[in-house]
């Protein structure tokens, strides 16, 4: 199983010039997900899977856990070696055998004295075993809400792998939209 999702610096420039991006349709993102992974999917010999294919809905955390680049984090989110909290998974390809993978880092969490994640969230809506999505929806609906809204998730950006990884306002702007509306 190979895990994918976006590659920052650069993936925003690429999703934000597709078509899906640019055709006012539903869920561009998702559409332009299934059309990628699908088409690197066909090219591997593999098979296509999706976070929302479901119920029953596949375990990307899990997997995500089992692939040694990703554990949990203080604040009940996944954090990666690479990507730190601003880690996301887009899709998957089941591939028929073993496949050669670049190495793996160590969990930052371990390396991390201050934590700040922990204590970066304006309305405490994140804790070691809970994200309350409910207190986050109603701060986002607040004026102090809109920085979260604007530039992301005040947790995730506190994160200091998160902050190295390049991530820009404009995606995650785009991503708190999608994550509100739901």
């Known amino acids: 199983m190979v895990l994918l999702g976006p590659h920052e610096q650069g993936f925003w420039a690429v999703f934000s010039a597709s078509a899906e991006y640019l055709d006012g349709a539903p869920d561009p993102l998702d559409r332009w997900s299934k059309r990628v992974i699908g088409a690197l999917a066909a090219a591997w010999g593999g098979t296509a899977v999706f976070p929302s294919d479901g119920p029953p809905y596949p375990p990307f955390f899990r ?3 089992k692939s040694g680049r990703a554990w949990p984090s203080p604040v009940a989110m996944l954090v990666h070696d690479r990507a730190g909290l601003m ?3 887009r899709g998957a390809v089941r591939l028929p055998g073993l496949a050669a993978l670049p190495g793996t880092g160590p ?3 371990t390396r991390c004295e201050d934590k700040p ?27 102090p809400g809109q920085d979260c809204m604007t530039h992301g998730c005040a947790a995730r950006r506190a994160c200091p792998v998160s902050e190295s990884y390049g991530r820009l ?12 509306k739901t």
């Open 107 to 109: 969990n930052p969490c």
């Open 63 to 65: 997997w995500a856990r």
């Open 169 to 180: 306002p404009q995606q995650s702007h785009f991503h708190m939209r999608a994550f509100h």
């Open 87 to 89: 880690v996301s998974y």
């Open 117 to 143: 994640c922990r204590t970066a969230c304006p309305v405490a809506a994140l804790s070691a075993r809970l994200y309350d999505t409910g207190k986050c929806h109603a701060f986002l609906d607040t004026a």
